[in-house]
């Protein structure tokens, strides 16, 4: 992760806003409550915090990351403001105490970042296992991109692979065995991507 990201954590916020849609309407559609405790697994440059702590200055702010490189690019664009904490780890061992903390997380945001995750499942255990009884998950990733042309199709997947990429299929089917429309998942176009909001009571009964 550290060679892919080393050059590229200059220039990753300009180049991704042309292809990662969907993450502002997250973002600013995310139920924090004063003091919320909110959490970004897999963060990068913190673009993401960044954008909630502009809107949001009386929440506490977390970030982990498996690149040590994007989270010097995070430090600095975090520089500044208060109460925020970031952590090199991987998604599948996420706890409070990697933080030094003892309570769970509010909110937890995973923003085109299980996509990158080998073990996606393990890191979704971890992150439920992480959210107070009252606290919401919300993902925004890539879709199976069943509905592009298969031309398209294919050629978009072998461009993400170079960047470690991998649309997770069976990720997307999942959450349409247990979430629809009325649960808060949504489709966008082409099955290109995908946004999920929903309550921790609701993430009780599923199994990933």
């Known amino acids: ?21 969907g993450r502002d309407r997250l973002i600013d559609g995310l139920d924090l409550k004063p003091g919320a405790r909110v959490l970004e697994v897999g963060c990068g440059t913190a673009r993401n915090l960044v954008r909630i702590a502009k809107r949001r200055p009386d929440v506490r702010l977390y970030g982990l990351d498996a690149s040590s490189q994007m989270l010097v690019a995070a430090e600095h664009a975090l520089a500044g403001y208060q109460r925020v904490k970031l952590v090199r780890a991987y998604a599948e061992d996420l706890s409070p105490s990697l933080f030094g903390e003892t ?31 009252d606290g919401s998950l919300n993902i ?66 599923k199994s990933f």
């Open 103 to 133: 309570e769970a997380f509010d909110v937890i945001l995973f923003s085109y970042s299980l996509s990158m995750i080998p073990d996606w499942r393990a890191a979704l255990r971890a992150a439920s296992r992480a959210l107070a009884p």
């Open 1 to 21: 992760m550290d060679r892919i990201y080393r050059r590229q954590r200059h220039i990753y916020d300009f180049t991704r806003k042309y292809y990662l849609f």
């Open 140 to 205: 925004v990733d890539f879709g199976d991109l069943k509905g592009l042309a298969s031309l398209i199709e294919l050629s978009l997947r072998a461009w993400l692979g170079l960047f470690h990429v991998t649309p997770q299929d069976e990720l997307l089917a999942a959450l349409e065995r247990h979430f629809g429309a009325q649960d808060g998942l949504v489709l966008l176009p082409g099955r290109y991507a995908f946004a999920l909001s929903c309550k921790a009571e609701k993430l009780q009964s």
